[in-house]
């Protein structure tokens, strides 16, 4: 059984004038982590066949790739869209669970398959 987690990092900035808190805003990053290491090489190779680019920063705890164009996709998109996609419709994956306090989401298949981009020979 495979793996696929998607993590949320939510960062909170707090704007203070003379000790008086005057702004709170987030940002919420997402990165993926598979149990089995050639399955992070086929999701990066997916999004740079779509003109993207998957770079999460560790130290910051933030994405700083760029979006795939994937035609489904055209106003509002998210990384957590494109892994969501990526993992049910290409990757062969199913839902599992939610990681509580829903910080992410938990994905498995079966060991034998493999993305469909990669069978197709795309």
């Given at each position: 059984?495979?793996?696929?987690?998607?993590?949320?990092?939510?960062?909170?900035?707090?704007?203070y004038m003379n000790d008086d808190l005057k702004e709170v805003?987030?940002?919420?990053?997402f990165k993926i982590v598979f149990s089995d290491p050639a399955e992070m090489e086929l999701f990066k190779a997916w999004i740079a066949k779509h003109d993207g680019e998957y770079n999460y920063n560790k130290e910051l705890s933030k994405q700083e790739g760029k979006f795939p164009k994937v035609p489904m996709?055209?106003?509002?998109?998210?990384?957590c869209d494109i892994m969501t996609y990526y993992l049910l419709h290409v990757a062969g994956?199913?839902?599992?669970?939610?990681?509580?306090p829903y910080k992410g989401e938990v994905y498995v298949k079966d060991g034998v398959a493999k993305a469909k981009d990669e069978v197709a020979g795309e």
């Open positions: 059984m495979i793996t696929a987690k998607i993590i949320r990092h939510r960062h909170k900035y707090h704007h805003t987030e940002e919420t990053f996709f055209h106003d509002e998109i998210c990384w994956f199913s839902f599992h669970s939610v990681i509580e």
